[in-house]
Structure formats: structure tokens, C-alpha cells
């Protein structure tokens, strides 16, 4: 039983919680944040010019770079917080009781960290951060689309960059 579990909520690469375990997650903290009128908050974030890389280094390296980079991740978030692969090369983690300033200083403390890491054969790789706060009875799509949407603006403004 644990096995068929496993399969089902996790990343086979990354080992980390694939996007129908996160779905579940949030639809569950956005419940306890409703009830409890606590703070939730979500980091949408990508690799930037990840297509470049995996065209010229190889998927392999491509797949490296993914699993280093989520055990960087995990190593710097908390165990209250639920990290998942959201599809290719984005991430997603639900923050619970973390405002937007929260957010953003979390975001920030990541994106600093992944720039200054040392990728095996591509040295040097950097992510692009949108982030949102929940709001009350907003639904589990807008508050996502939200993030999303911070996500491309950090893209399109300069890469590298945490977003609103």
C-alpha cells in the first residue's frame, strides 16, 4: 500500500509531491485557512532558460539539475510547507500562516541561494519567483492563477526575480 501511494503523490524524478498531491494539499490549507482565518501563501517558480540548457547539455543534465535543485529547495523551507513539482520545470510550495511579506522574504532567501549554487556542468543556473497570498473564499484556481501570473512578470521583467 505504501508503495502505490507513494507512486501516486510523488515526483518519479524528484522524489518530491507531484501536482495531484498538491492540489489535494491546497485544497485542504485553503479549508484550514478559511476556518482558522490564518494567512496561506504560494511561490510559483521556474528555471529560467531551462529549454536552452537541456538543447545544448542534454536531458540528463537537464534531469540532474531538476533533482539538485529540490533537494537545494527542501533543505531551505520548512517541514510545515509542502513543496511539489507543478509540471517540467516549475515548482510550487504552499506556505501556511505566511503573509505576503513572508512570502517574499522566503522567495527572496531561495532565489539568492539557487543563484549562488554550483550546478554540476552548468555551474550557474537561476529561477524566476511569483507569489501570492490567499485571500478569503478566493477559489483554488484564482489564487494559483495569481501566482502564476506574478510568475511571468518576474519573467518578462528581467528572470531571476521574485514577482507580486
Do not use: M
Not at 14 to 42: C, V
Not at 52 to 63: C, E, F, R, Y
Not at 127 to 156: P, T, V
Amino acid at each position: 500500500y505504501k508503495k502505490f501511494k507513494a507512486l501516486s503523490t510523488k515526483d518519479p524524478l524528484t522524489h518530491i509531491y507531484n501536482r495531484a498531491k498538491f492540489n489535494t494539499a491546497l485544497r485542504s490549507e485553503i479549508e484550514r485557512a478559511q476556518r482558522y482565518n490564518y494567512k496561506l501563501s504560494l511561490i510559483l517558480f521556474d528555471i529560467d532558460n531551462f529549454k536552452p540548457i537541456n538543447d545544448s547539455h542534454g536531458h540528463l543534465t537537464g534531469d540532474e539539475i531538476l533533482c539538485d535543485l529540490t533537494q537545494l529547495i527542501k533543505k531551505n523551507i520548512r517541514n510545515c510547507d509542502t513543496f511539489a513539482r507543478y509540471g517540467g520545470d516549475e515548482f510550487v510550495i504552499i506556505a501556511p500562516e505566511v503573509d505576503i511579506y513572508g512570502i517574499w522574504v522566503i522567495a527572496e532567501k531561495l532565489r539568492r541561494i539557487i543563484e549562488l549554487y554550483n550546478f554540476k556542468k552548468v555551474k550557474k543556473v537561476t529561477c524566476s519567483f511569483g507569489i501570492a497570498q490567499y485571500i478569503k473564499n478566493e477559489g483554488s484556481k484564482n489564487f494559483i492563477k495569481r501566482a502564476d501570473e506574478a510568475l511571468y512578470r518576474a519573467k518578462n521583467r528581467k528572470k531571476n526575480g521574485v514577482s507580486l
